[in-house]
Nanobody
């Protein structure tokens, strides 16, 4: 099991930016982010593979940028032009395969970090 430690959440005004980071206890193939608001299912935000391939969910396209530092085993999520609807708990996830990454049962999760965007 991989341990994940997140940081970087907080309160920001609409239109502002935040950067989240998540450090894994060891190297792992796939890292990414989900987010969740009360009463809703966890939503996929972005994914990056250790070879640099990346992909974004609809909410993240054009505003968020995912990156990783394989030496530091760290993934970043730069969020620009934030909107109140981006308010959520953001969870880092890591997995050795895509099927594990998209599964709620497998892979490793971070503790979650709150992002609040005020209007």
């Amino acid at each position: 099991q991989v341990q994940l430690v997140e940081s970087g959440g907080g309160l920001v005004q609409s239109g502002g930016s935040l950067e989240l980071s998540c450090t894994a206890s060891r190297s792992i193939k796939i890292m990414g982010w989900y987010r969740q608001t009360p009463g809703k299912e966890r939503e996929w935000v972005a994914t990056i593979v250790d070879d640099g391939a990346l992909d974004y969910g609809d909410a993240a396209k054009d505003r968020f940028t995912i990156s990783r530092d394989n030496v530091k085993n760290t993934v970043y999520l730069r969020m620009n032009s934030l909107k109140p609807e981006d308010t959520a708990v953001y969870y880092c996830k890591a997995a050795g395969s895509w099927s594990a990454f998209v599964s709620s049962e497998f892979g490793s999760w971070g503790q979650g970090t709150q992002v609040t965007v005020s209007s």
